[in-house]
């Protein structure tokens, strides 16, 4: 699979090149050169975490709340962050909440989150382990040089909080542990400030959060020897409140912290999040095509930040990149190799493949792709749109399809609107109403034809012999 990077790569690479990007330095804080991290903590100890990693193997670790049934591309920042700790021969550790999830963590929200129940908890859980295992497969499968490095990588832990919750006496758990807590440094954090401040205030449940998460960070440190947990900078309060029950209940093991920047875009918004809509990493939620084609869609003003925290390209060869990419903008070179970087990790090698298809079937003419696609591939792709069952009838028209597929509410309607060039089937210009349908130019191979009305209106036709 990797060759398959290779090959993405080919005009970029320089003969020396080819080496740097099996791996990623041990000393993690050289990421830094990527923008990849906001700050550390505590804000002296660079020399000790350089040291550390340096000299032995490190365990890492970051947490992952079952909010959703699916992570989305806010999450992706730090997911890429576990595997350059993987890549740098460290052991990646991922939590996933399913204690802190019924709780929900105040950081960065102006309002409490709605509670979940157990049973979708449970539900989200699944779901997020298999999209953090299946995202560390590709990783290895299409990224990583096996042939360049012998070393094998540190398989990913993953690890729930309920497993260690779950026969803790509360009253045990805040006689114990709840002394070693300052409410004054408690109630200073910038997530609790915020909310005691807002309208609707901030309840009990939340203001605990940051006490199970730094229980999180004593439970790893004492059972996975975890002496580094990273997260996005909204996750520094937490990290300072588990550095301080770790300095007062274990006084003779250091720990730090490791935050990565909360990405936005032009407008100020989340990464991913603008407008409410979360492009997912559920392939069910957002399709491949749709995922390539959020970051085929990054202005040029972002591109380069981008390159260097979503992908494993060496920096010499993002800044080639770059240059080449000022030579002809309208080529998005740039913008491509972003787009088929984080589907082949996300997605691998066939959900990359998928992308490419119906963007050439979408953008490039070629009706081709669309054929290659599975049913299944395709309502995934135009997610929303209608799907119709029509009997395959020798004769039938341009305008009695359209009809039959409910496009167009009355034929006064179809008739105008075809004629003026508004319907597309396969994506091709129809104009005529009495086109007659016809086997291998409407009807693809794989039994399916996509109609559209205008430009977002889509419509699936399973054909029925």
């Not at 995202?135 to 497993?163: G, M, Q, R, Y």
């Not at 990493?281 to 990054?298: C, G, H, I, V, W």
Request: charge should be neutral; glycine fraction near 8%; include cysteine.
């Amino acid at each position: 699979m990797f060759a398959l990077r290779v090959r993405l790569l080919r005009p970029l690479q320089s003969s020396g090149a080819y080496s740097m990007r099996s791996f990623t330095h041990k000393n993690l804080l050289e990421l830094s050169d990527r923008g990849f991290f906001q700050s550390i903590f505590p804000d002296t100890a660079a020399p000790k975490m350089k040291s550390l990693f340096k000299s032995s193997q490190q365990s890492i670790y970051a947490g992952f709340d079952p909010t959703a049934d699916s992570l989305h591309v806010g999450n992706l920042l730090v997911i890429m962050g576990l595997l350059h700790c993987q890549r740098a021969g460290h052991k990646p550790i991922a939590l996933v909440g399913g204690a802190t999830g019924l709780i929900g963590d105040p950081s960065g929200r102006k309002t409490e989150r709605n509670q979940l129940g157990e049973s979708v908890i449970e539900k989200n859980l699944q779901a997020i382990e298999r999209q953090l295992l299946k995202v560390f497969k590709n990783h290895e499968d299409c990224l990583w040089d096996t042939k360049k490095i012998s070393s094998k990588l540190e398989p990913l832990t993953i690890v729930n909080n309920a497993d260690w919750y779950a026969n803790l006496s509360l009253i045990d758990f805040v006689a114990n542990m709840g002394r070693h807590f300052r409410m004054g440094s408690m109630l200073s954090r910038s997530s609790v400030q915020s909310r005691l401040e807002s309208e609707d205030g901030m309840s009990f449940t939340e203001f605990t959060y940051q006490i199970f998460q730094a229980y999180d960070w004593l439970h790893l440190l004492r059972k996975h020897n975890c002496c580094f947990q990273m997260g996005g900078s909204d996750q520094m309060g937490n990290l300072m409140t588990g550095h301080e029950l770790i300095s007062r209940v274990e006084r003779h093991r250091e720990v730090f912290g490791m935050t990565l920047p909360i990405v936005t875009n032009e407008e100020g918004d989340k990464f991913g999040k603008s407008a409410g809509n979360a492009v997912w990493l559920d392939e069910n939620k957002t399709s491949p095509f749709a995922l390539y084609q959020f970051f085929m869609r990054m202005p040029d003003s972002e591109v380069e930040k981008l390159l260097k925290l979503f992908t494993f390209i060496p920096l010499p060869e993002v800044e080639q990149l770059m240059q080449e990419h000022a030579k002809e903008p309208e080529k998005r070179k740039a913008q491509t190799l972003l787009a088929e970087d984080v589907t082949l990790l996300v997605h691998g090698e066939h959900g990359l493949k998928q992308a490419e298809r119906v963007t050439n079937a979408l953008y490039k003419g070629n009706v081709d792709g669309l054929a290659e696609l599975s049913l299944a591939e395709i309502k995934q792709t135009f997610q929303g749109a209608t799907i119709v069952d029509i009997l395959n009838e020798p004769g039938m028209s341009t305008l009695q399809l359209a009809m039959k597929a409910r496009c167009f509410p009355t034929e006064t309607d179809a008739v105008r609107i075809i004629n003026a060039g508004g319907f597309y089937v396969n994506q091709k210009r129809v104009q005529n109403i009495a086109e007659v349908i016809t086997t291998g130019i409407h009807i693809l191979r794989n039994g399916v034809s996509l109609l559209r009305v205008g430009k977002r209106n889509f419509y699936i036709v399973r054909w029925q012999q």
